[in-house]
Every structure is written in structure tokens, then in C-alpha cells.
């Protein structure tokens, strides 16, 4: 395994993935609670409208990025305004910004005369294409996203549980509303070449959806999932770089495979507990009259 840390490909790439991998499911445990899931989705296909739009004006490599950042920043400020305006219910709203993203990124793809691209790597993510630039965003941007989340910790926890109540003791919550989804956005954007635009929800909620197994308690939920996340961005890029296969695709298969491996065992403890009780029930003395 630590030969692999000979190639600096690998290097940047765990780099960045341990970083998405704390940062993606911490955001996520807010999203998931708020039945907000599928935003990470819709995010991702606008990022995914940015990179295809740099490749149309044939942005150079090092500020691709910076352009795939501002297009999520501009869908993300639209979904938050639509969302405001209270006239679309949350996943008819995610779903139409979502299908925009997608249809734009398609045409845009189509229109671009640069060289052959390996739309792939967007898609699914890939250890190759990662460059310093991108590691580097991605650091920066996740540092200055944790730093947030731990100075807010407590507002974002109110909204999350009552966003009615937490607007009525004073809280600006349409503006940490507004933050937290561009924080969202940002966060996505700068992922797309380690996880994929297709894969990049499975590293934000399936850690969460697994942390919820274990425990009820918010702040457990939290390591939980951020533990989760990190373990499976390491086995993911780890059996990306020896099986030669897509990063988005072995990340989420592992994500996947620890929550398979958490219900089950939570079922097997319950049946045995539940066996258990049954058992000291049928050996207690019957009460004679």
C-alpha cells in the first residue's frame, strides 16, 4: 500500500480525498436532517455546467476551477432565491435546477472545439487528473468551510432542528441559509475531478445515512459520519489506484458496502437482544394462584 505514495498523483489525490472526505459528510448531516439530500445532487450538475462552459471558452487549465466555483456559486444563489420564494416545493425546485444543469453542460460539451476531453474523470472522478491547483483549492476551501461550520456549529444545529423557532428567537436564518448552501456549492464544485458530478451525493449522505444507524445524537452523527467519510475516501482511492478502476465509483461502492455491513450487524444485535428477551421471559416462573 505505501508504495503508491511514491507517485505524487497519489499523493495529491489522497490529500484531497481525506479533505473532501471530512468536509462532504459534516455538510451533509445538516442536508440529510432537512430532508435537503438531493441538493448535493443538483449542485454537482451545475458545477458539472461550469466545466463544460470553461471548456467552451477554452479557460486555461489553472482557472478552470476558479470558473467551475462561480457557475455553482450562480446556480446555488438561484436555487436559494427560488427556494425563498416559496412557490415550488424543495424537490420540484432541485429537480428542475438540475435538469437545467445537465441539459447546459450537454449543449455546452457539444459546442466545445478545444481538444478531446475525458468527460469521464468529471463523471466519476479520477486519481490522474487531479492537479496541484486543484489540491490546493480544494484545502483551502475546505479549511475555510470546517472553520464555519465549527464558528456557526450551534446556529446551524437550531435551523436544522426547528427553523421556525430558530427564526423566531432572532436568528438571520435566511442568510446562514444562504451561506450554508453556497458553502454547499463551493464544496462540490471543487470535488468533481476526485468523486464525479454522478457520485459526489454518495460521499455526503451515505456516511450520514450510516452514522444514523449507529446513533440518535446529534453530535455523534457528526464524527460518525465524519469518520465514515474519511475511511471511505482512503479504501476508495487506495482500491482505485489497484484495481484501476473510476475513484467516484470505488468510493461510493465502499461507503456503500460499510453501511451494508452497520445495518446488518445493528439487525443481527437486535435479533439477538430481542432472542435474548424471549428467552429470560419463558425461563421466569410461572405465578402460581
Known sequence: MLEMLHYDFMV???????????????????????????MA????HISLAGVALGLWL?????????LTIAVALLGAMIVDR?????????????????????????????LSRSAPVDITSYLFGSLLTVTPTEVKVILTVSSIVLLVLMIFFKEFFFICYNEELARASGLPVDQLNTAFILMVAVTVAVGLRVVGSLLVSALIVIPVLTALLISGSFRRVVWFSLGI?????????????HLGLATGGCIALTA?????????GKNLVLKF???QRITANTDKPALKN
Not at 445532487?41 to 454537482?44: I, S, V
Request: net charge positive; proline share 2%.
Open 256 to 264: 456503500i458496502l460499510i453501511f451494508v455491513a452497520v445495518l446488518a
Open 12 to 38: 495529491r489525490a489522497l490529500e484531497a480525498g481525506i479533505a473532501l472526505g471530512i468536509t462532504y459528510p459534516i455538510l451533509g448531516v445538516f442536508l440529510v436532517l432537512r430532508r435537503y439530500a438531493f
Open 41 to 44: 445532487d443538483t449542485l454537482a
Open 58 to 66: 477554452g479557460v486555461a487549465a489553472a482557472f478552470s476551477p476558479l
Open 82 to 110: 427560488l427556494r425563498m420564494s416559496q412557490k415550488l416545493s424543495a424537490e420540484a425546485l432541485l429537480a428542475l435546477v438540475m435538469s437545467g444543469g445537465v441539459a447546459l453542460a450537454v449543449v455546452l460539451f457539444g
Open 273 to 275: 437482544s430481542k432472542k
Open 229 to 241: 467519510g474519511l475511511l471511505s475516501s482512503v479504501i476508495g482511492l487506495t482500491s482505485s489506484y
